[in-house]
């Protein structure tokens, strides 16, 4: 059974750090498109950065661009999300995606919550 946990959420002041992490099991995670996506209150899910197989390939939503790094570790199952310079609109439940790269399967994590406040 494929299963994401995410982990690393919590309260930061303006401008601080955090490193979301997420640790896969139950899959062969060199398959699959591993993404973050976040969830602010009242609105609908969006993503924030994705990330191919062999960790080449990025993309990032523009209001993250510069801000935020996404990086894997395959052999460890796990991928991350480093958010810097973070502004109160970062405020959102995040959640960790694996997307197969060579069928339709796909996993949701259960959510972390970041909430940017002073």
């Known amino acids: 059974q494929a299963q994401l946990v995410e982990s690393g959420g919590g309260l930061v002041q303006p401008g601080g750090s955090l490193r979301l992490s997420c640790q896969a099991s139950?899959?062969?995670?060199?398959?699959?498109?591993l993404s973050w996506y976040r969830q602010p209150p009242g609105t609908e899910r969006e993503l924030v950065a994705a990330?191919?197989?062999?960790?080449?390939?990025?993309k990032y939503a523009e209001s993250v661009q510069g801000r935020f790094t996404i990086s894997r570790d395959n052999a460890k199952k796990m991928v991350y999300l480093q958010m810097n310079s973070l502004k109160p609109e970062d405020t959102a439940v995040y959640y960790c995606?694996?997307?197969?790269?060579?069928?339709?399967?796909?996993?949701w994590g259960q959510g972390t919550l970041v909430t940017v406040s002073s």
């Open positions: 139950g899959l062969s995670v060199n398959y699959y498109t």
């Open positions: 990330i191919g197989g062999d960790g080449v390939i990025k």
């Open positions: 995606k694996a997307s197969s790269r060579y069928s339709n399967n796909e996993f």
